[in-house]
């Protein structure tokens, strides 16, 4: 069975903070995908990236970055200088080895709030 | 237009109620998935579609949950005999999945439609 924990449910920032969300992941296949999107009020995910389970190289897109290790099943993801359009709910998900297109085993979601 | 369309954006119904949920991929998304997303929780996986059939259906709770997608393209969630436990936002979602293509992994998904059972 594949399980994605996201132990933080809330956090507040002060603007121009940094923050780190944290997922660790369960699963018995060699080859996975981990994800993470953003959910803001509107209440569409928005994809922000994939990862494959062969592919521990850490990843900076501006302001974001995410670090992938294998050997603590953790895929955190940060976010620098936070903006309040920044606030959201943030989902960290697991697809096993049928594919990057199969099922996505989500976390429970992390709620940030960027204060301005 | 040009994201997944999703109607009703509401739905209120009685318990005991047949209701139809209705997706419209982004156009050439030969992929299509149903997830449920009760409050406060991640969203959960229902079905997948490649193209017109089910590729995958293990995520439906029962036999009352039903989804069709005749022609390769809009998708209709059908619940039966409705519970107030089936109250949640369904979610649906496209890919561009092309086997000898590039794959970037990337959902996008529609506002939901969010369903109420009194």
């Known amino acids: 069975a594949q399980k994605v924990t996201q132990a933080q449910t809330e956090i507040s920032v002060v603007e121009k903070e940094d923050v780190t969300l944290d997922c660790v992941y369960e699963?018995?296949?060699?080859?996975?995908?981990l994800f993470w999107y953003k959910q803001p009020p509107s209440g569409e995910l928005v994809f922000l990236i994939r990862r494959n389970s062969f592919d521990e190289q850490n990843e900076i897109s501006g302001r974001y970055s995410w670090n992938f290790q294998k050997s603590t099943s953790s895929f955190n993801f940060t976010i620098t200088a936070s903006q309040v359009v920044d606030s959201a709910v943030y989902f960290c998900a697991l697809s096993g080895d049928t594919g990057a297109n199969s099922k996505l085993t989500f976390g429970k979601g992390i709620t940030l709030s960027v204060r301005p | 237009g040009a994201g997944v369309s999703q109607t009703p954006s509401n739905k209120v119904t009685e318990k005991g109620k047949y209701v139809e949920l209705r997706c419209d991929p982004i156009?050439?998304?030969?992929?299509l998935y149903w997830y449920r997303q009760s409050l406060g929780q991640g969203p959960e996986f229902l079905i997948y579609?490649?193209?017109?059939?089910?590729?995958?259906d293990s995520g439906l709770p029962n036999d009352r949950f039903f989804a069709v997608r005749p022609e390769g393209s809009v998708s209709t969630l059908k619940i039966q005999r409705t519970e107030r436990g089936d109250s949640a936002v369904y979610l649906c979602?496209?890919?561009?999945?092309?086997?000898?293509?590039?794959?970037?992994?990337?959902?996008?998904f529609g506002e939901g439609s969010r369903l109420t059972v009194l």
């Open positions: 579609f490649q193209g017109t059939g089910a590729a995958d």
């Open positions: 979602a496209s890919s561009l999945w092309d086997a000898g293509g590039p794959d970037t992994g990337e959902l996008f």
């Open positions: 156009s050439g998304h030969t992929a």
């Open positions: 699963t018995r296949d060699t080859t996975y995908y």
